[in-house]
């Protein structure tokens, strides 16, 4: 049920734009509708680019998150150690 719900996501449509545009700049800011998946996914598209692993040294540091309100924080939190 949670990859059927995650292949209807948005977002994966543009996985590869974002990973280009990722790497092409600095600075990314995405914009989307609500429930179109970008804090769940995109630091999941990040972790397999192996953003904020040790052992790729292009990519160290750590993949954060950040919500405005604690309770959506834990939730996101939550769903992303899920999937």
């Given at each position: 049920?949670?990859?059927?719900?995650?292949?209807?996501?948005?977002?994966?449509g543009?996985e590869q734009e974002?990973?280009?545009?990722?790497?092409?700049?600095?600075?990314?800011?995405?914009?989307?509708?609500?429930?179109?998946?970008?804090?769940?996914?995109?630091?999941?598209?990040l972790?397999e680019?192996?953003?904020?692993?040790c052992?790729?040294?292009?990519?160290?540091?750590?993949?954060?998150?950040t919500?405005?309100?604690r309770?959506?924080?834990?939730?996101?939190?939550?769903?992303v150690?899920?999937?």
């Amino acid at each position: 049920e949670m990859e059927a719900q995650r292949g209807a996501l948005p977002i994966l449509g543009m996985e590869q734009e974002i990973m280009e545009a990722l790497s092409e700049h600095p600075v990314v800011l995405l914009c989307g509708e609500t429930g179109s998946g970008k804090t769940t996914q995109l630091p999941q598209f990040l972790h397999e680019a192996g953003y904020g692993t040790c052992p790729c040294p292009k990519h160290r540091g750590l993949v954060g998150v950040t919500e405005p309100r604690r309770l959506a924080a834990v939730a996101t939190a939550k769903r992303v150690a899920q999937e």
